[in-house]
């Protein structure tokens, strides 16, 4: 009878059994299965198959036992984040001696640490359970483990432990080399190497990505595992973020300058769109060299101490009159300002005469036979094609009168007599 209840009992009794019996192999404080220390050959493929089941899910919707499948995403790119951060208190361990056990042991540890693995490495083969754990797998871990320890709190997160499958044979050289071995009995396949704590800038990897991928649901980046920061573990996808690691890239390039932005000189002035300094032109708010700048200099400071500003040079006045002539319907030739009973001929174009460009210069009523003016004496005044008359040597805006025929003021005849711009009222005359 009491066989048969012994019999009964066993499955419920078997879970307890089996963790009773992987307490005792090693760091039974944190998390005592093959997935941390891949005693069993078999434990990977096992994890294999749960990491295709967990394919998109959340850190909080994995934790299948004692297993980390299915953060193999956000693991990389934590570290990644950590390597970065950490400016060389974390480096990776490569040697065809140095033998993860499984897919998810992340060979990682502190420089000094890498260097005492390496020189066990050179004649020996060290088979390595596990080593640097991400804040991710421990968060998983806890989950589903309940011996594990709380995110930021293992000793696998600090850049120092390694978990030794074959320690029997390899744990001696391990020891020479400079290894610590802290609990020899209750946890021999665990090993502690020289080097800082890391467990804060594990937490801040994730921190730090978590904010990069949640700009508006941002966290404290103080290393510290609180509430809030294992809220977001919870809702992270295993798969990782979209953002990545970025720590150590450069950063993206300054945003185009608005059109007709300023420049600022290494000499201090500050100069306007267009305005030149001696040798270079802010164009948009970029200098460029004066021969492949953007036009005329709208103003020009050439020590660079003071800059300038101005608005973009006008656009130049109107040409004078050209002086064509026009042909009447009744066959008389028309000179510039020459005037038929109606009309006055204006630069080529008939006008009312109350419409014109000023005084007749002849009048020819008929149409048949037209008019032209007598040559102008030296000293003659000009016509303005807007109505204005400047004598000889007068200018306009753009413009000078030079013995009765317009000059561009360039190539004019001299200091101006008299100015006046409009081209309405004239001068001179």
């Known amino acids: 009878m009491l066989g048969r209840v012994t019999i009964a009992l066993l499955p419920a009794l078997l879970p307890a059994l089996l963790l009773l019996a992987l307490l005792a192999p090693g760091c039974a404080a944190e998390v005592p299965m093959p997935d941390v220390h891949g005693e069993a050959d078999h434990a990977d493929g096992l994890d294999d198959d749960l990491g295709t089941l967990a394919s998109g899910l959340s850190l909080g919707s994995l934790g299948r036992g004692c297993s980390t499948a299915g953060t193999e995403g956000i693991s990389r790119q934590l570290l990644d984040e950590m390597e970065c951060l950490s400016g060389g208190a974390l480096v990776p361990v490569s040697h065809p001696n140095v033998v993860p056990t499984h897919s998810r042991v992340?060979?990682?540890?502190?420089?000094?640490?890498?260097?005492?693995?390496?020189?066990?490495?050179?004649?020996?083969?060290?088979?390595?359970?596990?080593?640097?754990?991400?804040?991710?797998?421990?968060?998983?871990?806890?989950?589903?483990?309940?011996?594990?320890?709380?995110?930021?709190?293992?000793?696998?997160?600090?850049?120092?432990?390694?978990?030794?499958?074959?320690?029997?044979?390899?744990?001696?050289?391990?020891?020479?080399?400079?290894?610590?071995?802290?609990?020899?009995?209750?946890?021999?396949?665990?090993?502690?190497?020289?080097?800082?704590?890391?467990?804060?800038?594990?937490?801040?990897?994730?921190?730090?990505?978590?904010?990069?991928?949640?700009?508006?649901?941002?966290?404290?980046?103080?290393?510290?595992?609180?509430?809030?920061?294992?809220?977001?573990?919870?809702?992270?996808?295993?798969?990782?973020?979209?953002?990545?690691?970025?720590?150590?890239a450069p950063p993206p390039p300054p945003p185009p300058p608005p059109p007709g932005g300023s420049c600022a000189h290494s000499l201090g002035g500050t100069y306007g769109n267009q305005a030149c300094s001696a040798g270079y032109q802010c164009c948009d708010g970029v200098w460029r060299d004066r021969a492949?700048?953007?036009?005329?200099?709208?103003?020009?400071?050439?020590?660079?101490?003071?800059?300038?500003?101005?608005?973009?040079p006008p656009p130049p006045p109107p040409p004078p009159p050209t002086g064509a002539s026009c042909g009447h319907s009744l066959g008389g030739?028309?000179?510039?300002?020459?005037?038929?009973?109606?009309?006055?001929?204006?630069?080529?174009?008939?006008?009312?005469?109350?419409?014109?460009?000023?005084?007749?210069?002849?009048?020819?009523?008929?149409?048949?036979?037209?008019?032209a003016p007598a040559p102008a004496p030296t000293g003659a005044s000009c016509g303005h094609t807007f109505g204005g008359t400047y004598g000889d040597r007068a200018c306009s805006a753009g413009y000078q009168c030079c013995d009765g025929v317009w000059r561009d003021r360039a190539s004019g005849c001299g200091a101006c007599a008299c100015e006046e711009t409009t081209g309405r009222t004239g001068c001179g005359t």
């Not at 595992?225 to 720590?247: D, H, K, N, Q, Y």
């Not at 492949?292 to 973009?312: F, I, K, L, P, Y």
């Not at 006055?344 to 037209?370: K, L, Y």
Request: glycine share 12%.
């Open 106 to 248: 992340h060979l990682y540890l502190s420089p000094r640490g890498r260097d005492m693995l390496l020189s066990v490495a050179r004649t020996r083969e060290v088979r390595i359970n596990s080593a640097l754990r991400t804040i991710a797998e421990q968060y998983v871990l806890g989950q589903g483990c309940s011996v594990a320890a709380a995110p930021g709190r293992s000793n696998h997160e600090t850049g120092r432990a390694i978990d030794v499958a074959n320690y029997t044979s390899v744990g001696s050289a391990l020891q020479a080399a400079g290894f610590a071995r802290p609990l020899p009995s209750s946890d021999p396949v665990h090993y502690e190497a020289p080097g800082d704590d890391l467990r804060r800038l594990s937490v801040l990897a994730f921190q730090t990505l978590w904010n990069a991928n949640h700009p508006s649901d941002r966290i404290a980046e103080d290393g510290v595992a609180g509430s809030a920061t294992v809220s977001r573990l919870a809702r992270t996808p295993g798969e990782g973020f979209a953002i990545g690691s970025t720590c150590g």
């Open 292 to 312: 492949s700048g953007c036009g005329a200099c709208a103003c020009e400071e050439a020590t660079g101490q003071v800059g300038c500003d101005a608005v973009a």
């Open 333 to 371: 030739t028309y000179a510039d300002r020459a005037c038929s009973a109606g009309y006055q001929c204006c630069d080529g174009t008939w006008r009312t005469r109350d419409a014109g460009c000023g005084t007749c210069a002849c009048v020819e009523a008929t149409g048949q036979v037209g008019c």
